[in-house]
């Protein structure tokens, strides 16, 4: 009788034992993160990047230039390419004013897409030279391909970055060519509007004697002499019809906005900024929600 008494008390306890053990393995067999080999969490393979190369953007403009930095960093920040890293800065000289000094602080400290050059600004007197020669010491990186691009330009980076895929990722001078009506891209120089050069030709500049004593002069053209005169951009390719200057502002560069459009210059005006935005319909990724309304 104590023998059958044992065994009674000890049922509520062996039953509590293989409701656990009961428990524990149907977590083990069902649970679908869990490997029946090692018992270890089976990673999520990551799809293999398609970025192929970089892009530095340089928008050469001036520091009181508030609204207009404001207006494209949302521009460009709603731009990007799956087959290049794209990243647009600010470029302009030396600080003159207390205030630049404050607002252009809180806007490095938000945004870190300003370079500050060691030169007094100015548009034909050294700033471009200044620009290109100074990347290889001022960035912690290198770039596949470095652009300089004006402040009234509208750039696709998606469609740059395309039209970039097939060229050379060495010695290539890339814009639209001057004179307006010639398709040769080594009849003379690329238009400042947005031109673009590999990283061994920003090397180049940096290092050579020939663009270090020829800075002062209209800059697009100055850095088409050097690269003739130095024997340098082998390959070279004006992106044209798309890349032009806004309908009817500029003769010959000028024409219709297109949908192959790479860039748009000589946007002077927000009615020409909204004319552009409206023909790409680059709002289109807007999800409606209840919290606004846009007709």
Same mark, same amino acid.
């Given at each position: 009788m104590p023998r059958r008494r044992l065994i009674l008390a000890a049922l509520p306890s062996l039953s509590i034992?293989? /409701?656990?053990?009961?428990?524990?393995?149907?977590?083990?067999? !069902?649970?679908?993160?869990? =490997? %029946?080999?090692?018992?270890?969490?089976?990673?999520? $393979? !990551? #799809? #293999?990047?398609?970025?192929? /190369? %970089?892009?530095?953007?340089?928008?050469?403009?001036? #520091?009181? !230039?508030? @609204? !207009?930095?404001?207006?494209?960093?949302?521009?460009?920040?709603?731009? =990007? %390419?799956?087959?290049? =890293?794209?990243?647009?800065? /600010?470029?302009?000289? *030396?600080?003159?004013?207390? $205030?630049?000094?404050? /607002?252009?602080?809180?806007?490095?400290?938000?945004? *870190? @897409?300003i370079i500050i050059l060691n030169c007094s600004e100015n548009m034909n007197s050294g700033k471009t030279y200044t620009y290109f020669s100074s990347l290889p010491r001022v960035l912690s990186q290198r770039y596949d391909y470095v652009m300089k691009a004006d402040d009234d330009v509208f750039i696709r980076l998606p469609q740059l970055a395309l039209s970039l895929e097939p060229l050379p990722r060495l010695d290539l001078y890339y814009g639209f060519v001057i004179p307006c009506a010639s398709m040769n891209p080594f009849v003379d120089y690329m238009s400042g509007m947005g031109f673009l050069l590999s990283w061994d030709l920003v090397e180049w500049i940096g290092n050579s004697y020939i663009p270090g004593n020829d800075t002062y002069g209209p800059e697009d053209k100055l850095v088409g002499r050097w690269l003739n005169t130095g024997d340098k951009a082998k390959n070279r390719f004006s992106n044209k019809p798309a890349m032009y200057d806004y309908p009817g502002t500029n003769g010959r560069c000028s024409h219709e906005l297109i949908p192959e459009t790479v860039a748009v210059h000589r946007l002077k005006r927000w009615d020409q900024w909204l004319h552009v935005l409206n023909f790409f319909n680059v709002t289109r990724e807007l999800k409606l929600t209840n919290l606004y309304s846009i007709d």
């Open positions: 034992l293989l /409701f656990i053990f009961f428990v524990l393995f149907n977590i083990h067999v !069902k649970s679908p993160r869990v =490997s %029946s080999l090692n018992n270890t969490i089976t990673p999520r $393979e !990551k #799809p #293999p990047s398609q970025v192929q /190369f %970089s892009i530095l953007v340089g928008i050469l403009t001036r #520091p009181d !230039k508030y @609204d !207009k930095r404001h207006f494209l960093r949302l521009v460009y920040g709603i731009q =990007s %390419s799956p087959i290049a =890293s794209i990243d647009v800065k /600010f470029i302009f000289c *030396n600080l003159t004013k207390d $205030e630049q000094r404050i /607002f252009i602080a809180l806007e490095i400290l938000r945004f *870190n @897409d």
